[in-house]
């Protein structure tokens, strides 16, 4: 199974500054035919289902802020908030859907000083 | 309005048995794939099952394989996971997941549901 390490385990973020949380999996993601990267980033807020922020390594979902951002290589992974909000605040996940089984990172808990 | 309503969270036995749906509505059923994905108490995400369109392409977790089949039924719009020899790390709330499919391909996951929770216990 591949398997995704996301640092840190905890970030703790100021208003208006940037932040950003990394991922690593345990193989390439990079589908080399269409040149794809299958890695996707999920954000939980306290009490909520996860949403779908980034996917496909660097497209933003529907209605996600343009403040947040995904790059990355075929194994090692960002995602970037410019500017930090006060309801960025929560529970952050990469995962990869190169193969079955789907394998999410360990979660980054995003939180304001 | 895209919406997923999972129902059949219970207690139930360790060695127990349950069923869990999914009823889907807002979109076309049939042209996305659907998964569940659990999260035990105090944890992470886990993905646990997925199924494409058809049913023509299935995946488990390792820590269900064998235990748990998932299946859908497209003309109704709903989606089931049949859970057998239950066990306490069970223990999760499972959400349902759609995933619009554009190919072969596993696609990302674009709206959860809010959840059931299943407690094994004895």
């Known amino acids: 199974d591949i398997v995704m390490t996301q640092t840190p385990l905890s970030l703790p973020v100021t208003p208006g500054e940037p932040a950003s949380i990394s991922c690593r999996s345990s193989?390439?993601?990079?589908?080399?035919?269409?040149?794809?990267?299958?890695v996707d980033w999920y954000l939980q807020k306290p009490g909520q289902s996860p949403q779908l922020l980034i996917y496909t390594l660097s497209y933003r979902a529907s209605g996600v802020p343009g403040r947040f951002s995904g790059s990355g290589s075929d194994t090692d992974f960002t995602l970037r908030i410019s500017r930090v909000e006060a309801e960025d605040v929560g529970v952050y996940y990469c995962?990869?859907?190169?193969?079955?089984?789907?394998?999410f990172g360990g979660g980054t808990k995003v939180e304001i000083k | 309005e895209v919406q997923l309503v999972e129902s059949g969270g219970a207690v139930v036995q360790p060695g127990g048995s349950l069923r869990l749906s999914c009823a889907g509505s807002g979109f076309n059923f049939d042209e996305y794939a659907m998964h569940w994905v659990r999260q035990g108490p105090g944890k992470g995400l886990e993905w646990v099952s997925g199924i494409n369109w058809n049913s023509g392409r299935i995946g488990y977790a390792d820590s269900v394989k064998g235990r748990f089949t998932i299946s859908r039924d497209n003309a109704k719009g709903s989606l089931y996971l049949h859970m057998n020899r239950l066990r306490t790390e069970d223990t999760a709330f499972y959400y349902c997941?759609?995933?619009?499919?554009?190919?072969?391909?596993?696609?990302?996951?674009?709206?959860w549901g809010q959840g059931t929770l299943v407690t094994v216990s004895s």
């Open positions: 193989q390439s993601l990079l589908n080399s035919d269409e040149g794809y990267t299958y």
């Open positions: 995962m990869q859907r190169m193969e079955f089984p789907i394998t």
């Open positions: 997941v759609s995933a619009l499919e554009n190919g072969s391909g596993i696609y990302h996951l674009d709206t």
